[in-house]
């Protein structure tokens, strides 16, 4: 053979590869080789070398393969701490709900870290890979363990089911001797809706010296949603601490406990304007919409406060009759506040304006009023849900928050216009629909 230049050499090696793969049944030999290859992984899974055990784990969760998942969650007791811990990692990166009983035995490892990892990781497999219009910015170990004040709607959708075992892991958590572990347990408790763990929320409340976690506790009794513990609630709105009290208001209101009324009302009395406790127990008393409260909301109405102005038109919306309507009309006309006059719009249509209906979806379209408005379409009766259901020009992300609306209220009417949603060109707002549309179907399913 003569002498060729390394050039010439690397030529001739491209081409030898270019037979090889355009060769007939080249592809099932590279695809051979492959399987050899992960089933030579999840053979030195076994291995009494550690560091082949820990490498193939390493291997196995690049290559994201899910039939191994069975052998890598019997890796959860290896007595080499480096092997569970990367078990633990490809575990997360399968995705995969088969991963749930590798998880609740990591839950209780003797390593700090891959206990807190394997709970959140136990959170995560209940929930989408987006929730809402803007989660995917955020991921949710960060909204779940760094973000306490931006996670009230991270919750399970009502078609996940949740195996008790997973309560359970997490109940046993919420005494863990680290702290971390122990506040991702209780927000984990929230976005389950575990109703098993409520007794051991209320305990929480009521003996840690944790405000902290006091806090995530109520925060996640909020979530769950069990109106029959409000009266419990309601004997902690005199603790000290301003953000746990603060959360108690709230949750108080979120389960529509009228029994709370008097105290809510002295606090909202006896507190300064500025108070945030004083604005909380108003917004509280407009939720609950006690006819009591009505000379409360007219007094309070044209406060300096712009929150403490809203919260009393929120209640006047609620209690008052049409005999407001002109003195309503006329504040809105002087009314600076966008927020404020959302709040009265909402009160002109819960009056008999039906055309306020258009002013609180295109409150949607912006982020001061989004909030409001979504809460006070959620209330729209049924006179006007016709209306609410149908097509109308709007920007993307209130089209998907108006999805998310009709999803909440669960009406059945609403299934046509979230079907057109549904094949919308903005992907969050199909997204939108398609969750919405579920909901309904779960909730029609359960009447």
């Known amino acids: 053979m003569p002498n060729l230049s390394r050039h010439q050499l690397m030529q001739l090696a491209a081409l030898a590869?270019?037979?090889l793969v355009l060769t007939p049944g080249s592809a099932s030999l590279v695809a051979e080789t492959r399987q050899v290859s992960i089933?030579?992984?999840?053979?030195?899974?076994?291995?009494?070398?550690?560091?082949?055990?820990?490498?193939?784990a390493r291997e196995l969760g690049n290559a994201r393969h899910r039939p191994a998942?069975?052998?890598?969650?019997?890796?959860?007791?290896?007595?080499?701490?480096?092997?569970?811990?990367?078990?633990?990692l490809t575990l997360?990166?399968?995705?995969?709900?088969?991963?749930?009983?590798?998880?609740?035995?990591f839950a209780s490892d003797n390593e700090d870290d891959i206990r807190s990892r394997a709970v959140a990781a136990l959170v995560k497999l209940h929930l989408p890979r987006a929730i809402g219009v803007a989660a995917a910015l955020t991921t949710l170990r960060e909204r779940i363990v760094y973000r306490p004040d931006r996670d009230l709607e991270v919750v399970v959708e009502p078609d996940v089911p949740v195996d008790p075992a997973v309560v359970s892991t997490l109940r046993v958590r919420i005494d863990d001797s680290e702290r971390?572990?122990?506040?991702?347990?209780?927000?984990?408790?929230?976005?389950?809706?575990?109703?098993?763990?409520?007794?051991?929320?209320?305990?929480?409340?009521?003996?840690?010296?944790?405000?902290?976690?006091?806090?995530?506790?109520?925060?996640?009794?909020?979530?769950?949603?069990d109106s029959s513990i409000a009266g419990d609630l309601v004997a902690f709105l005199n603790i000290n601490d301003d953000d746990v009290r603060d959360e108690l208001i709230a949750t108080v209101a979120s389960m529509r406990y009228r029994?709370?009324?008097?105290?809510?009302?002295?606090?909202?009395?006896?507190?300064?304007?500025?108070?945030?406790?004083?604005?909380?127990?108003?917004a509280a008393l407009a939720d609950l919409a006690d006819p009591s409260s009505?000379?409360?909301?007219?007094r309070f109405k044209a406060d300096e406060d712009e929150m403490v102005r809203l919260y009393a038109?929120?209640?006047?919306?609620?209690?008052?009759?049409?005999?407001?309507?002109?003195?309503?009309?006329?504040?809105?006309?002087?009314?600076?506040?966008?927020?404020?006059?959302?709040?009265?719009?909402?009160?002109?249509?819960?009056?008999?304006?039906?055309?306020?209906?258009?002013?609180?979806?295109?409150?949607?379209?912006r982020s001061t009023t989004r909030d409001l408005a979504k809460e006070y379409l959620l209330e729209t009766r049924g006179a006007d849900r016709q209306a609410l259901f149908a097509p109308r020009s709007a920007s993307s992300a209130a089209r998907a928050e108006l999805a998310d609306v009709l999803g909440l209220i669960g009406d059945p009417d609403a299934l046509p216009r979230l079907q057109e949603l549904a094949h919308d060109s903005d992907k969050d707002v199909a997204r939108a629909a398609e969750r919405a549309t579920r909901r309904i179907a779960v909730a029609s399913s359960s009447q």
């Open 17 to 19: 590869i270019a037979v």
């Open 39 to 56: 089933e030579t992984l999840i053979y030195d899974l076994k291995s009494p070398d550690a560091v082949r055990r820990q490498a193939a």
């Open 69 to 88: 998942i069975p052998q890598l969650a019997a890796l959860a007791n290896d007595p080499v701490a480096a092997v569970r811990r990367e078990v633990e």
């Open 92 to 105: 997360e990166r399968m995705e995969d709900i088969q991963t749930l009983p590798g998880f609740i035995a």
């Open 180 to 225: 971390g572990i122990r506040r991702t347990a209780i927000r984990g408790l929230g976005i389950l809706r575990a109703k098993p763990a409520v007794p051991d929320l209320l305990r929480i409340v009521r003996e840690d010296r944790d405000e902290g976690l006091r806090f995530e506790a109520v925060r996640a009794l909020r979530k769950i949603a």
């Open 259 to 282: 029994g709370a009324v008097p105290e809510l009302t002295r606090i909202a009395e006896q507190t300064k304007r500025t108070d945030s406790a004083c604005v909380l127990a108003l």
């Open 294 to 298: 009505a000379p409360l909301f007219d």
């Open 313 to 365: 038109n929120e209640g006047i919306a609620r209690t008052s009759d049409s005999s407001m309507k002109t003195r309503i009309s006329a504040a809105r006309l002087v009314e600076r506040s966008a927020r404020v006059r959302t709040a009265q719009a909402f009160a002109l249509l819960r009056l008999g304006e039906s055309e306020y209906l258009d002013e609180l979806i295109r409150a949607l379209e």
